[in-house]
């Protein structure tokens, strides 16, 4: 399985700041994705993030509000723009493909509170 | 995004009993099941996975079952203890795109 690091774990935030959120893996894996999970809800898709091409995003969710860089094939970002309280959530990380295969392997969640 | 249906939504069960979570899903071809366990403050760990192409798959005391007539699979979890309470998800990958789509999820409690 792949190993998922993401920073940071969690933070406090005030509102109308940006927060970039760092998924770093153990090897190379073609899919990155980026995940909302609101508490005590289920995970939502935010983009899809593939090395050397611009992501994809999903209904709802929109690049000015998450830029998403993905410079190699082991590292990802994930910047939560002009942050307002509805903010407050869970994101997480999560790859495919290459030793990972073709099962998704989350990080641990980064816990954003914004005030 | 592909509709999963889970339930129940929460579930209480005795130390040695048997927790069972179902799943449906819409009509589209995937290539695996899975099913994620999520413990407070973690993230989602792949707990099994089941191919199309298999009705049952056994690892310890988890077993998926899959009903492909009926496009459901389910998750039991035998000889329940409490360290198995955690929020338990499935999920299904669209065809080659490869995001997962996930159930509403399914807060188990196993009482000691």
């Known amino acids: 399985s792949a190993v998922i690091s993401q920073k940071p774990s969690r933070d406090i935030c005030q509102r109308g700041t940006s927060l970039t959120i760092q998924c770093q893996v153990d090897s190379q894996v073609t899919m990155m994705f980026w995940y909302r999970q609101q508490p005590g809800q289920s995970l939502t898709l935010i983009a899809t993030?593939?090395?050397?091409?611009?992501?994809?995003?999903e209904s709802g969710f929109v690049i000015d509000k998450f830029p998403i860089s993905r410079p190699n094939l082991t590292f990802s970002t994930l910047t939560v723009s002009n942050m307002s309280p509805e903010d407050s959530s869970i994101y997480l990380c999560?790859?495919?493909?290459?030793?990972?295969?073709?099962?998704?392997?989350f990080g641990a969640g980064t816990r954003l509170s914004v005030l | 995004q592909q509709q999963v249906k889970q339930s129940p939504q929460s579930l209480i069960v005795q130390k040695g009993g048997i927790s069972i979570i179902n799943c449906a899903y819409e009509n589209t071809a995937f290539d695996y099941f899975p099913w994620y366990q999520q413990f407070p403050g973690k993230g989602p760990a792949l707990l099994i996975a089941i191919r199309p192409d298999v009705s049952e798959k056994k690892e310890g005391r988890f077993t998926i079952s899959f009903n492909k007539s009926a496009k459901q699979f389910s998750l039991h979890i035998m000889d329940s203890q409490p360290g198995d309470s955690a929020t338990y998800f499935c999920a299904t990958p669209p065809g080659s795109a490869r995001q997962l789509t996930f159930g509403s999820g399914t807060q188990l409690t196993v009482l000691p």
């Open positions: 993030a593939n090395q050397g091409s611009e992501a994809t995003y």
């Open positions: 999560s790859v495919a493909g290459g030793l990972a295969k073709n099962i998704q392997y």
